[in-house]
C-alpha cells in the first residue's frame, strides 16, 4: 500500500526527510481467508483433448477420421456403449447411428464415424465408454477411450497433426485378442495426435560381383534402398497414448499420414507426392524424456520403411 504525503514546510529538513528510511514504522498486514483450491496447475500441466475431424461430408478418407472401440467379452453377456460429452451429457449407442457395429459370441467391436457423430450431435469435446455386463448385470469390466475434440477439417486446422492408420489382428498376449475376424481378417483403428511425420534418410544395401580384372569393374547383383522415417507424438498424456505404445504400433499394418502444410514430402511409391499419406512404416527404436515432472511427454519414433521393395536385380 503506498501513501502519498506532501510537505507542509518549505524547509531544507523536508528534501532529507523524504531521502531516507524509517525502519519502525509500524506496518498492518492484510490476513488472507484460507480458501480450499483445486490442486490443478492447468497452466502447464492440462492435457488437452486429442484433435478429431470432419469435413461435413464424409467421403474423403484423409479429412474424416474415425475411432473403434472393440472389447473381448464374455459370452452370456450384455454390453453398453456410450458417448459422453464434456458437459456430462451421455449418449446411448447402438446400431448405425453414429457408426459401424459388429458383434460375435466374445468379441463386440463399434467403430465411431465423427462424420457421423456431427451430424447427430455437432461439434464438441466427446469420449467413449464401453461396458461388459455379466448375466446379472454386474460390471465385468469398462474401457474408456481418450476424450477427443471434434471440429470441422481444413488444411489448417489439421496442420501440425499426424494420424496412425492400423489394420489388427492376431493375438496380444498383453492385452487384447483380435479373433473371431468379422467381415474382414482385420481390425482397423485411427488415431490423430499433434505431431509430425518426416523422412530422416536411408540406408544403401550394395550386393555386387568385383571382377578382378584391371578395370576393377562391378558386376550388380542386387542394390537397396531402406528408407527411414522419424515420427513424432508431442506433449500426449499417459492414456492418450498407452494403447498406442502397447497395441497399435503392434499391429499388422501401420500406416502414418502427416499433415504439416509444409514438409519435405518423400514417398517411395509416388514420386510426385504433395503429402505424405498412409506411408507404411514399422516402428523400430522410441524415445522420450523420462522425468516425473511431467504428465504430459513428447515421444520420437525412429520408423523403417515396411514395403522392402525398393531393389534393382538383373535377372
Given at each position: 500500500?503506498?501513501?502519498?504525503?506532501?510537505p507542509?514546510?518549505p524547509?531544507?529538513?523536508?528534501?532529507r526527510?523524504?531521502?531516507?528510511?524509517?525502519?519502525?514504522?509500524p506496518?498492518?498486514?492484510?490476513r488472507?481467508?484460507?480458501?480450499?483450491?483445486?490442486?490443478c496447475t492447468?497452466?502447464?500441466q492440462?492435457?488437452?483433448?486429442?484433435?478429431?475431424?470432419?469435413?461435413?461430408?464424409?467421403?474423403?478418407?484423409?479429412k474424416?477420421d474415425?475411432?473403434r472401440m472393440?472389447?473381448?467379452?464374455?459370452?452370456?453377456?450384455?454390453?453398453?456403449?456410450?458417448?459422453?460429452?464434456?458437459?456430462?451429457?451421455?449418449?446411448n449407442?447402438?446400431?448405425p447411428?453414429?457408426?459401424?457395429?459388429?458383434?460375435?459370441?466374445d468379441?463386440?467391436t463399434?467403430?465411431?464415424?465423427?462424420?457421423?457423430?456431427?451430424?447427430?450431435?455437432g461439434?464438441?469435446?466427446?469420449?467413449?465408454?464401453?461396458?461388459n455386463?455379466?448375466?446379472?448385470?454386474e460390471?465385468?469390466?469398462?474401457?474408456?477411450?481418450?476424450?477427443?475434440?471434434l471440429?470441422?477439417?481444413?488444411?489448417?486446422?489439421?496442420?501440425?497433426?499426424?494420424?496412425?492408420?492400423?489394420?489388427?489382428?492376431?493375438?496380444?498376449?498383453?492385452?487384447?485378442?483380435?479373433?473371431?475376424?468379422?467381415?474382414?481378417?482385420?481390425?482397423?483403428?485411427?488415431?490423430?495426435?499433434?505431431?509430425?511425420?518426416?523422412?530422416?534418410?536411408?540406408?544403401?544395401?550394395?550386393?555386387?560381383?568385383?571382377l578382378?580384372?584391371?578395370?576393377?569393374?562391378r558386376?550388380q547383383i542386387?542394390?537397396?534402398?531402406?528408407p527411414?522415417?522419424?515420427l513424432?507424438?508431442?506433449?500426449?498424456?499417459?492414456p492418450?497414448?498407452?494403447?498406442?505404445?502397447?497395441?497399435?504400433l503392434?499391429?499388422?499394418?501401420?500406416?502414418?499420414?502427416?499433415?504439416s502444410?509444409?514438409?519435405?514430402?518423400?514417398?517411395?511409391?509416388?514420386?510426385?507426392?504433395?503429402?505424405?499419406?498412409?506411408?507404411?512404416?514399422?516402428?523400430?527404436?522410441a524415445?522420450?524424456?523420462?522425468?516425473?515432472?511431467?504428465i504430459?511427454?513428447?515421444?520420437?519414433?525412429?520408423?523403417e520403411?515396411?514395403?522392402?521393395?525398393?531393389?534393382?536385380i538383373?535377372?
Amino acid at each position: 500500500m503506498a501513501i502519498e504525503q506532501s510537505p507542509t514546510t518549505p524547509t531544507l529538513e523536508t528534501a532529507r526527510y523524504f531521502s531516507t528510511k524509517d525502519i519502525n514504522v509500524p506496518t498492518i498486514f492484510s490476513r488472507l481467508i484460507d480458501t480450499e483450491i483445486d490442486f490443478c496447475t492447468c497452466l502447464q500441466q492440462c492435457v488437452p483433448p486429442l484433435p478429431a475431424f470432419t469435413d461435413e461430408i464424409g467421403a474423403d478418407f484423409y479429412k474424416n477420421d474415425r475411432f473403434r472401440m472393440f472389447m473381448n467379452v464374455i459370452p452370456a453377456g450384455t454390453t453398453v456403449l456410450k458417448i459422453v460429452q464434456d458437459n456430462g451429457t451421455e449418449y446411448n449407442v447402438a446400431g448405425p447411428t453414429y457408426g459401424n457395429q459388429y458383434t460375435a459370441t466374445d468379441v463386440f467391436t463399434y467403430e465411431f464415424l465423427f462424420f457421423k457423430i456431427w451430424n447427430v450431435i455437432g461439434y464438441g469435446i466427446y469420449k467413449f465408454v464401453l461396458t461388459n455386463l455379466n448375466g446379472a448385470s454386474e460390471v465385468v469390466q469398462s474401457d474408456e477411450s481418450p476424450w477427443f475434440n471434434l471440429s470441422k477439417y481444413s488444411d489448417k486446422a489439421a496442420h501440425g497433426t499426424v494420424r496412425i492408420e492400423t489394420k489388427q489382428k492376431g493375438k496380444l498376449f498383453s492385452g487384447l485378442k483380435y479373433i473371431n475376424p468379422i467381415i474382414i481378417d482385420y481390425y482397423s483403428q485411427q488415431i490423430r495426435f499433434r505431431g509430425y511425420l518426416v523422412y530422416s534418410g536411408h540406408s544403401i544395401n550394395n550386393s555386387g560381383l568385383q571382377l578382378n580384372s584391371s578395370e576393377r569393374s562391378r558386376i550388380q547383383i542386387k542394390d537397396q534402398i531402406l528408407p527411414a522415417y522419424r515420427l513424432t507424438l508431442k506433449l500426449a498424456s499417459a492414456p492418450q497414448i498407452a494403447q498406442t505404445l502397447f497395441d497399435y504400433l503392434l499391429a499388422n499394418d501401420v500406416a502414418i499420414s502427416d499433415y504439416s502444410i509444409f514438409n519435405h514430402t518423400i514417398d517411395p511409391r509416388n514420386y510426385s507426392a504433395q503429402k505424405l499419406r498412409s506411408i507404411p512404416l514399422t516402428a523400430i527404436s522410441a524415445d522420450f524424456d523420462p522425468n516425473h515432472k511431467n504428465i504430459k511427454k513428447t515421444y520420437t519414433f525412429d520408423m523403417e520403411y515396411s514395403e522392402k521393395n525398393i531393389f534393382k536385380i538383373n535377372n
